[in-house]
Structures are given as structure tokens and as C-alpha cells.
Antibody
Framework: EVQLVQSGGGLVQPGGSLKLSCVAS????????MTWVRRAPGKGLEWVAN????????NYVDSVKGRFTISRDSAKTSLYLQMNSLRAEDTAVYYC?????????WGQGTLVTVSS | DIQMTQSPSSLSASVGDRVTITCRAS??????LAWYQQRPGKVPKLLIF???TLHSGVPSRFSGSASRTDFTLTISSLQPEDVGSYYC?????????FGQGTRVEVK
């Protein structure tokens, strides 16, 4: 069974940093691109970033470029999102997902709240 | 970036009704389109990919179609468990982009 188990959310002040983690199991992690998607309160889904199977290619939505870094560790079958210089508009539930086109499996989501 | 314009933003229909949601891409995306369902308080679920291919385990009352830059999600017979928000997403280019969503309610 494919599982994506997330951790690392919480409350952070504007300008602060947070790192999200996602541990994958039930499939060959190194065979798949991985993606982060978020949903802000009262808003729709927003694609954030994706990373190639071997980590050699990364893509970001413009609003997070230069502030967020997506990474992965095949030995730990884990996906990460390092978020720096956080803003109020980054407040959202963040989802770890499998795939680069369509996302066929999703983590349970983790809430990130940016507020003073 | 490719803009995805979804309509309607919300709808209310009766159990058994046929429901249609549309999504228009700002430029050609071939059939690189997926549909997702997010029930209240739940994680999004993939319904359809490649515009018309039903994901494993998704009920056959869901279907997708495409015509150039216009895409349609149809629920042939609305059920109470179909309440939630529906999103289209293009994956022709990066950044991937979602439609703004359609909220579906049952009368």
C-alpha cells in the first residue's frame, strides 16, 4: 500500500523558517517524481514545487522561488520542503504527493500557519 | 503560466442528477489534464488523468472529456458522497496550475 506520512508543520512568525518532511513507503521511491501542493484557508489548490526522481531537476511556482527548497533523500525514502522567509500568504495545508503530472497519492497534509 | 478557468464556482443538484463541470485552458495543453475531488476535511483524490482516463477505484459515474482547450468532468448520477470541491489541473508545462475549484452540494 502506498503511504505518504507527513510531519513538520506548525506556527511560525513572519520571516521565519520551517521544514516539512514526507516519508514514503509501499513503492519504489526513486522511480517517481514528487510534488508539493498547498491549500490556503478558503482558497483552492496551488501547485508549489516538484522534484525529479534523482533530484537533478526542481521546479517552483514563482511565489516561492528563492524562498523554498524542495529536496529528497532516496536512502530515507523522504521528501522535504525547506521554507524560509515565510509570509502570511504561505499559511496553508501542505500536501506531499506522488507524481509530476497527475498526483495519484497524497499525504495527510500538514498545516503551516505564519502569524505573529 | 497556463491559466485554468473553471466553471461554475459552485452548484447545487439533486441526488441522481447529471452534473457537468468545465475547465478551459488559456493555451493548448493536449490532453494533459487531471481532475481531483476534495471532500470536506479530507485529502484530495485523483479522479481522472489524461483528460478522460478514470483512475483506479473511481466509480464509473465519473467521466472526463476534452475538446481542444475545453475540458469537462461529468458525474452521470450525483450521489450524496460526491459533495465536495472539484479541481482541474494542467500538467503540460511548469508551473502546473489548478482551476479555482467548483463546490458541489446536494439539495
Amino acid at each position: 500500500e502506498v503511504q505518504l506520512v507527513q510531519s513538520g508543520g506548525g506556527l511560525v512568525q513572519p520571516g521565519g523558517s520551517l521544514k516539512l518532511s514526507c516519508v514514503a513507503s509501499g513503492f519504489t521511491f526513486s522511480d517517481y517524481w514528487m510534488t508539493w501542493v498547498r491549500r490556503a484557508p478558503g482558497k483552492g489548490l496551488e501547485w508549489v514545487a516538484n522534484i525529479k526522481r534523482d533530484g537533478s531537476e526542481k521546479n517552483y511556482v514563482d511565489s516561492v522561488k528563492g524562498r523554498f527548497t524542495i529536496s529528497r533523500d532516496s536512502a530515507k525514502t523522504s521528501l522535504y520542503l525547506q521554507m524560509n522567509s515565510l509570509r502570511a500568504e504561505d499559511t496553508a495545508v501542505y500536501y506531499c504527493t506522488r507524481g509530476t503530472g497527475w498526483c495519484d497519492h497524497w499525504g495527510q497534509g500538514t498545516l503551516v500557519t505564519v502569524s505573529s | 503560466d497556463i491559466q485554468m478557468t473553471q466553471s461554475p464556482s459552485s452548484l447545487s443538484a439533486s441526488v441522481g442528477d447529471r452534473v457537468t463541470i468545465t475547465c478551459r485552458a488559456s493555451q493548448g495543453i493536449s490532453n494533459s489534464l487531471a481532475w481531483y475531488q476534495q471532500r470536506p476535511g479530507k485529502v484530495p483524490k485523483l479522479l481522472i488523468f489524461d483528460a478522460s482516463t478514470l483512475h483506479s477505484g473511481v466509480p464509473s459515474r465519473f467521466s472526463g472529456s476534452a475538446s481542444r482547450t475545453d475540458f469537462t468532468l461529468t458525474i452521470s448520477s450525483l450521489q450524496p458522497e460526491d459533495v465536495g470541491s472539484y479541481y482541474c489541473q494542467q500538467y503540460k508545462t511548469v508551473p502546473r496550475t489548478f482551476g479555482q475549484g467548483t463546490r458541489v452540494e446536494v439539495k
